[in-house]
């Protein structure tokens, strides 16, 4: 298996769209940290509110959210966390990261988690599919693997480029918040369900950045599965890639009704726990991963019984 | 043949849809020995190959290489098999070594030595670090054949192999298949257009049509000796000949005589001392192409006839 992953991995890299797509990333996070940088140059805030005004704003609407009595658990949670770090940055003097260092945009790095799905998205529709396209499929399946492990492998390596593209996405976030930004004042204080302590940037940016994987993870694996199915890469790329953008509006459409909670798009974004946007009511984080981890065996499931029983005729 | 076949199609068919492309194929294939397999356009020839190396899966019916089944232990019989079929597509945006390097690592230590041995031995060795898009088809097909030996396989299949080669190329590639089959006792299967290219190629020769085997014959067999007498008057020459014990048959504006190359010069004799004119006697050799016609009725491609 080692080395058909092996032989996946080197037929990924000898194309350029796999170079082009990683050094894009690179490049796009470096323009987006330059032209904010040059916009607060060029125009800089009058009268800047200070941190602690800021805060103040901040937790007088926290606590207006919690008197509302229709919150969800997870929500009223998120508020009285959020809640608790104000009072306590207040009471301590203790300021958050100021919005332009390093130390934020590495907090926030996964916001621009969507370039790694669209990125991933196109590998995982094309490396099944491209085989078919080519004609290779037939030199590929008259060796002595069975397909499943063909197909197995093909998987492991579109995961691992979509995980050395988040890893990618986070080291050029710190670095370009290093060039453009710099080590920024201030301390990153996190709530653990019963008091206010100190955390590491670092590994709350790591873990925003695994929590949002989940949907670069299963929008990856749709593609995946919609290449191998229907053979053909713009189709699978085109289609998730619609999917991606129309499926999470449709969240709002569907928000009354039950069925919503089965939705694979109610779930995709993790970081909602953590961020207090939960657009659907009643759900937890467990029943997301659930929710996701049964679309996945569907997807793997399509994608192997096609794959294993196809007549090759290419 | 009393030797164990080592490539066995039992009963093999394919039905796709309410058609039957396939009909109950069943034929042996022996190391050492080069099987033709002819057929005219949509016969059924790709089919049949692909089943037997596990593109297609047969309706019914198996494909048992060196006693292991291709439905069953896909692995196990596939790892004795070196295919190319149709044109050996490859990784274009790859160099030949890495296409190489690649279909490698899918068998069982296959060491970087022998890779270069190979390449040596399609005779690619200058052009094998180029990527595969600058080849030309020759150039491809030598390096399918190269991937196709890679892992020393006891049974070879191909699939229109001289498809795109040079004469020179034709000529190298059967007599490389002659010998491997020769000297290592491979098991070759190929199908062609190129009837004049199976006829020096092949040891034996099986015909399909309608998904059917028509016929298996060997090369030898359809090469029997026959002479063509232009000798006038024709009639008073056939009675001759036939009348000493010539099988004789017309043909044309001369007389076909089924016989030995020494039986000849006894044979004119005759007929010079009868005072027949004879113009000309030359050994007469129907091309496989003329058998191939005769065998499948005029070559039409199949289902033309449901019109």
């Known amino acids: 298996m080692l080395k058909l992953i092996q032989n996946e991995w080197m037929k990924l890299w000898s194309r350029k769209s796999s170079w082009i797509m990683v050094i894009l990333?690179?490049?796009?996070?470096?323009?987006?940290?330059?032209?904010?940088?040059?916009?607060?140059?060029?125009?800089?805030?009058?009268?800047?509110?200070?941190?602690?005004?800021?805060?103040?704003n901040e937790l007088a609407y926290n606590m207006s959210m919690l008197e509302n009595t229709e919150l969800s658990d997870a929500q009223r949670e998120y508020y009285e966390g959020e809640?608790?770090?104000?009072?306590?940055?207040?009471?301590?003097?203790?300021?958050?990261?100021?919005?332009?260092?390093?130390?934020?945009?590495?907090?926030?790095?996964?916001?621009?988690?969507?370039?790694?799905?669209?990125?991933?998205?196109?590998?995982?529709?094309?490396?099944?599919?491209?085989?078919?396209?080519?004609?290779?499929?037939?030199?590929?399946?008259?060796?002595?693997?069975?397909r499943w492990k063909i197909l197995?492998?093909?998987?492991?390596?579109?995961?691992?480029?979509?995980?050395?593209?988040?890893?990618?996405?986070?080291?050029?976030?710190?670095?370009?918040?290093?060039?453009?930004?710099?080590?920024?004042?201030?301390?990153?204080?996190?709530?653990?369900?019963?008091?206010?302590?100190?955390?590491?940037?670092?590994?709350?940016?790591?873990?925003?950045?695994?929590?949002?994987?989940?949907?670069?993870?299963?929008?990856?694996?749709?593609?995946?599965?919609?290449?191998?199915?229907?053979?053909?890469?713009?189709?699978?790329?085109?289609?998730?890639?619609?999917l991606m953008f129309t499926g999470i509006q449709a969240v709002f459409l569907?928000?009354?009704?039950?069925?919503?909670?089965?939705?694979?798009?109610?779930?995709?974004?993790?970081?909602?726990?953590?961020?207090?946007?939960?657009?659907?009511?009643?759900?937890?984080?467990?029943?997301?991963?659930?929710?996701?981890?049964?679309?996945?065996?569907?997807?793997?499931?399509i994608s192997y019984l096609t794959f294993g029983k196809r007549d090759v005729t290419a | 043949m009393s030797e164990q076949a080592l490539v066995q199609i039992k009963n093999l068919s394919k039905t796709i849809g309410s058609k039957r492309i396939i009909k109950n194929l069943d034929?042996?294939?022996?190391?050492?020995?080069?099987?033709?397999?002819?057929?005219?356009?949509?016969?059924?020839?790709?089919?049949?190959?692909?089943?037997?190396?596990?593109?297609?899966?047969?309706?019914?019916?198996?494909?048992?290489?060196?006693?292991?089944?291709?439905?069953?232990?896909?692995?196990?019989?596939i790892e004795k098999v070196g295919v190319i079929v149709e044109n050996p597509e490859m990784y274009k945006y790859m160099s030949g070594y890495k296409n190489l390097l690649h279909f490698s690592r899918m068998h069982k230590g296959i060491s970087k030595k022998r890779i270069d041995e190979v390449v040596h031995q399609v005779g690619m060795k200058n052009r094998i670090n180029e990527k595969v898009g600058s080849y030309s088809l020759g150039m491809r097909q030598r390096l399918g054949l190269a991937q196709a030996l890679l892992h020393d396989p006891k049974f070879l299949i191909l699939d229109e192999p001289t498809n795109g080669l040079d004469p020179a190329g034709i000529r190298e590639f059967r007599l490389y298949l002659q010998k491997i089959a020769r000297e290592n006792g491979v098991a070759v299967f190929?199908?062609?257009?190129?009837?004049?290219?199976?006829?020096?190629?092949?040891?034996?020769?099986?015909?399909?049509?309608?998904?059917?085997?028509?016929?298996?014959?060997?090369?030898?067999?359809?090469?029997?000796?026959?002479?063509?007498?232009?000798?006038?008057?024709?009639?008073?020459?056939?009675?001759?000949l036939s009348g000493i014990g010539f099988p004789?048959?017309?043909?044309?504006?001369?007389?076909?005589?089924?016989?030995?190359?020494?039986?000849?010069?006894?044979?004119v004799k005759i007929l010079v001392n009868a005072n027949i004119s004879i113009f000309a006697v030359q050994p007469f050799k129907a091309t496989l192409e003329d058998q191939f016609l005769e065998m499948t009725g005029g070559g039409d491609i199949a289902q033309a006839h449901t019109k």
């Open chain 2, 248 to 267: 004789v048959s017309r043909f044309e504006d001369g007389l076909l005589v089924e016989t030995e190359a020494q039986h000849i010069p006894g044979a």
């Open chain 1, 254 to 301: 569907l928000a009354d009704y039950e069925i919503v909670k089965y939705y694979l798009f109610t779930h995709t974004d993790l970081t909602q726990y953590y961020t207090g946007f939960i657009p659907v009511e009643d759900i937890t984080m467990t029943m997301s991963v659930i929710v996701l981890i049964v679309y996945f065996i569907i997807f793997m499931a």
């Open chain 2, 27 to 77: 034929l042996d294939l022996y190391k050492g020995q080069i099987t033709g397999f002819l057929g005219p356009n949509g016969a059924g020839k790709t089919t049949t190959i692909r089943m037997m190396v596990g593109l297609m899966k047969p309706s019914e019916g198996d494909v048992l290489i060196d006693g292991k089944s291709v439905k069953h232990s896909f692995e196990e019989s």
């Open chain 1, 83 to 146: 809640v608790a770090i104000s009072e306590h940055r207040l009471e301590n003097d203790l300021p958050p990261y100021e919005y332009d260092s390093m130390q934020q945009g590495v907090i926030e790095s996964h916001i621009m988690m969507s370039i790694v799905t669209l990125f991933t998205v196109i590998i995982a529709g094309g490396i099944v599919a491209s085989e078919f396209s080519q004609g290779t499929i037939k030199m590929l399946l008259t060796r002595p693997v069975k």
């Open chain 1, 25 to 56: 990333l690179a490049v796009i996070l470096f323009g987006t940290a330059g032209i904010t940088k040059w916009v607060n140059t060029a125009m800089p805030i009058e009268n800047p509110e200070s941190w602690q005004e800021v805060e103040t």
């Open chain 1, 152 to 242: 197995t492998s093909k998987y492991i390596t579109t995961m691992l480029y979509a995980i050395l593209l988040a890893i990618v996405l986070f080291i050029v976030t710190a670095l370009a918040g290093l060039i453009f930004f710099g080590i920024g004042d201030g301390t990153f204080l996190t709530w653990n369900g019963s008091e206010v302590v100190e955390g590491s940037f670092w590994l709350e940016g790591l873990k925003m950045l695994a929590l949002s994987f989940a949907s670069v993870w299963i929008i990856g694996t749709f593609a995946f599965m919609l290449g191998t199915v229907f053979r053909s890469s713009s189709l699978a790329i085109g289609l998730s890639i619609f």
């Open chain 2, 190 to 240: 190929v199908s062609s257009h190129l009837l004049s290219e199976i006829e020096l190629l092949c040891d034996r020769i099986a015909v399909i049509q309608n998904g059917e085997l028509i016929d298996i014959k060997n090369v030898k067999e359809l090469q029997q000796s026959r002479f063509l007498f232009k000798v006038e008057p024709l009639a008073e020459a056939e009675e001759i």
